[in-house]
Every structure is written in structure tokens, then in C-alpha cells.
């Protein structure tokens, strides 16, 4: 059985609540990403952010990145799949709640790894894959 950890790209790239935006966009380019898992203090996921989260809501709005924090930018329930999660259970959550990207947390709730429509495209059949993208995009 195809797992969540059999599908991801590995690594543990976040970012704590209390940082800023400018420094977002900065992990984002050095590790070649869209988004980023937003962190408590005691690294659990609090939400996620991506580039276009950045420019929209922060940049666009008038407002300066390097005075806007993290944890002000995440809105709504994070939502992320076990390491441990089958396909299905991915394809679910994703569809569900409309999501291109999906963080991976282990036992202890820790980010290991984010699951993209790149990622999904590999793994899945071809019938797979246009179903999901017909689901999320409609």
C-alpha cells in the first residue's frame, strides 16, 4: 500500500508564528518552495502559508512584509495527513477542502514533509490524477 511517506517530499522547512513575512519568502526561495507550515512555540503546525498568501494579503494589501508575522497570516483548522495515510485518505483530504499542498506530520505531530500536485502526479495513474484535479479545481 502506497503511503503518505512513500509520496512526499521529504524535509522539515517551517517557519515559527513570530516570524516575519519578508523572512517567509526568503526560506521560501532558498528551499525552492510555495509554501511553508506556520509552527507554534512548541513546533506544532499551526497553519500554512504560501507565496501567493504573501502577496495577496500582505503585499497587495499595503502592508510591509517585514512588519507582518507568520502566525497574523495563517486563517482557518491546518489541515495535514499522517505519514501513515493511503492514498485515498490523501486524495480525500486534499478534495475535500480544495488544497494543492498537504503537510505531513509524524506520531509526535512533527512536520516531516508536504505533499504537492507534483508529487501527486507521479504516484497516481493517469485516471487518478484527472479525477483529483477535476475535484479540486471545480
Known amino acids: 500500500m502506497t503511503t503518505a511517506a512513500d509520496i512526499m517530499s521529504p524535509g522539515a522547512h517551517w517557519i515559527p508564528a513570530t516570524e516575519?513575512?519578508?523572512?517567509?519568502?526568503?526560506?521560501m526561495r532558498q528551499f525552492d518552495v510555495g509554501a511553508l507550515p506556520v509552527s507554534d512555540e512548541n513546533e506544532r503546525m499551526r497553519g500554512i502559508i504560501t507565496d501567493r498568501d504573501i502577496v495577496v494579503k500582505?503585499?497587495?494589501?499595503?502592508?510591509?512584509?517585514?512588519?507582518?508575522?507568520?502566525?497574523e497570516l495563517c486563517e482557518g483548522t491546518p489541515r495535514w495527513v499522517s505519514i501513515d495515510?493511503?492514498?485515498d485518505e490523501i486524495l480525500q483530504e486534499m478534495e475535500t477542502h480544495q488544497?494543492?499542498?498537504l503537510p505531513v506530520i509524524d506520531e509526535g505531530k512533527r512536520f516531516v514533509g508536504m505533499i504537492s500536485e507534483t508529487d501527486l502526479a507521479k504516484a497516481l495513474?493517469?485516471?487518478q490524477l484527472a479525477e483529483f484535479v477535476e475535484r479540486v479545481y471545480a
Open 85 to 87: 495515510a493511503n492514498v
Open 125 to 127: 495513474s493517469d485516471d
Open 99 to 101: 488544497i494543492r499542498r
Open 58 to 71: 500582505c503585499i497587495a494589501a499595503g502592508h510591509d512584509p517585514a512588519q507582518v508575522t507568520a502566525g
Open 20 to 27: 516575519t513575512l519578508d523572512r517567509a519568502a526568503q526560506l
